[in-house]
């Protein structure tokens, strides 16, 4: 479950917090002032950072200044909780690197809600940047621009590896030539047909073993898979 790193000086307030959220299922852990938060940030990694801004020995803003400077604390969310409504500190804070900004006194429903809402978004960048695509044995790697076929790294160049990506992100779907033409290679290039076709032919020999994947259809262009 996630872990929340809760920044705030006012006991009453960290109990409602902690209670609450504790009571959603997350794992709370507390720092009363801003050197301790940022301690306990460096420390126990938290997935969220909540932090009240008028805090003893480190404010609030220097907290976020410092965490976003950090390379292990950088990507940390945070969402502020203020005492006061002031715009100029919720410009501020967010400037600073924040993520989110509740004024008290808040619902503490609309905190956990905006806190599950942070890190949803955090796990969709996650799930996009370092999850490879698969399909039936391909595994395709866009961050290390790598594919492999049953384990087996398969040479693609780079026109053959964006096309491989473009198809196996949409099955079934048909693609014309005109538009792979100009999502690969650009409107300008003036490439023509044949550079794709060729593109295709060799694409469909690298991935002889899968069977016949691409498919052509007739006066249209392309499909990776025709639908049955
Ligand atoms: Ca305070």
């Given at each position: 479950?996630?872990?929340?790193?809760?920044?705030?000086?006012?006991?009453?307030?960290?109990?409602?917090?902690?209670v609450?959220?504790?009571?959603?299922?997350?794992?709370?852990?507390?720092?009363?002032?801003?050197?301790?938060?940022?301690?306990?940030?460096?420390?126990?990694?938290?997935d969220?950072?909540?932090?009240?801004?008028?805090?003893?020995?480190?404010d609030?803003?220097?907290?976020?200044k410092?965490?976003?400077?950090?390379?292990?604390?950088?990507?940390?969310?945070?969402?502020?909780?203020?005492a006061?409504?002031?715009?100029m500190?919720?410009?501020?804070?967010?400037?600073?690197?924040?993520d989110?900004?509740?004024s008290?006194?808040?619902?503490?429903?609309?905190?956990?809600?905006r806190?599950?809402?942070?890190?949803?978004e955090?796990?969709?960048?996650?799930?996009?940047?370092?999850?490879?695509?698969?399909?039936?044995?391909?595994?395709?790697?866009?961050?290390?621009?790598?594919?492999?076929?049953?384990?087996?790294p398969?040479?693609l160049?780079?026109?053959?590896?964006?096309?491989?990506?473009?198809f196996?992100?949409?099955?079934?779907?048909?693609?014309s030539?005109?538009?792979?033409?100009?999502?690969?290679?650009?409107?300008?290039?003036?490439?023509?047909?044949?550079?794709?076709?060729?593109?295709?032919?060799?694409?469909?020999?690298?991935?002889?073993?899968?069977?016949?994947?691409?498919?052509?259809?007739?006066?249209?262009?392309?499909?990776?898979?025709?639908?049955?």
């Open positions: 479950m996630a872990k929340i790193l809760l920044v705030e000086d006012e006991v009453q307030i960290q109990e409602l917090v902690q609450n959220l504790e009571k959603d299922g997350f794992t709370v852990i507390n720092a009363l002032n801003g050197e301790q938060g940022l301690e306990l940030a460096r420390r126990d990694k938290p969220l950072i909540i932090l009240d801004l008028t805090l003893p020995l480190i609030g803003f220097d907290v976020i410092t965490l976003r400077a950090q390379k292990d604390t950088q990507a940390i969310p945070i969402i502020i909780l203020n006061s409504d002031d715009v500190d919720k410009i501020i804070g967010l400037e600073l690197g924040a989110d900004y509740l008290k006194p808040f619902s503490p429903r609309e905190l956990s809600a806190i599950k809402a942070r890190l949803r955090v796990q969709r960048k996650t799930d996009t940047k370092d999850s490879p695509l698969r399909w039936g044995g391909l595994e395709i790697s866009k961050e290390s621009y790598t594919v492999t076929l049953a384990e087996e398969l040479n160049t780079v026109k053959e590896f964006e096309l491989l990506v473009l196996v992100t949409n099955p079934y779907q048909v693609f030539r005109e538009y792979l033409i100009q999502k690969i290679w650009g409107n300008l290039s003036g490439t023509g047909t044949r550079a794709l076709d060729v593109h295709i032919s060799h694409l469909r020999n690298k991935l002889k073993s899968l069977g016949p994947v691409l498919d052509s259809v007739r006066g249209v262009g392309y499909t990776f898979v025709r639908r049955v």
